[in-house]
């Protein structure tokens, strides 16, 4: 059974950073995707960004310019970095990995809270 182990959350000031990491608890054949995805209370979980293992990378618009996907292929991890975070950012944090047969892996998620 494959774990992803998140990292990183915490609590931050408005315009502050935070970086989450993620790494896989073995090494996974066939990896498509590793990513980022967030849900706040009373939402829709949603895409962050993504990283494919070529190297392109998908933003959502909300955090496009201040967050920053990247990947170690060899390790099987993957870091956001955020920048300039802000309230709307508040939500759990979840790791994804997809695999290019269509298998899906989440972690437990990790706690971003953006308040003075």
């Known amino acids: 059974q494959v774990q992803l182990v998140e990292s990183g959350g915490g609590l931050v000031q408005p315009g502050g950073s935070l970086r989450l990491s993620c790494a896989a608890s073995?090494?996974?054949?066939?990896?498509?995707?590793m990513g980022w995805y967030r849900q706040a209370p009373g939402k829709q979980r949603e895409l962050v960004a993504d990283?494919?293992?070529?190297?392109?990378?998908n933003y959502a618009d909300s955090v496009k310019g201040r967050f920053t996907i990247s990947r170690d292929n060899a390790n099987n991890t993957v870091y956001l970095q955020m920048n300039k975070l802000k309230p709307g950012a508040t939500a759990v944090y979840f790791c994804?990995?997809?695999?290019?047969?269509?298998?899906?892996?989440w972690g437990q998620g990790t706690q971003v809270s953006v308040s003075s």
């Open positions: 990283i494919a293992t070529g190297g392109s990378t």
């Open positions: 994804n990995l997809r695999t290019w047969s269509g298998k899906r892996y």
């Open positions: 073995r090494n996974i054949l066939g990896i498509y995707t």
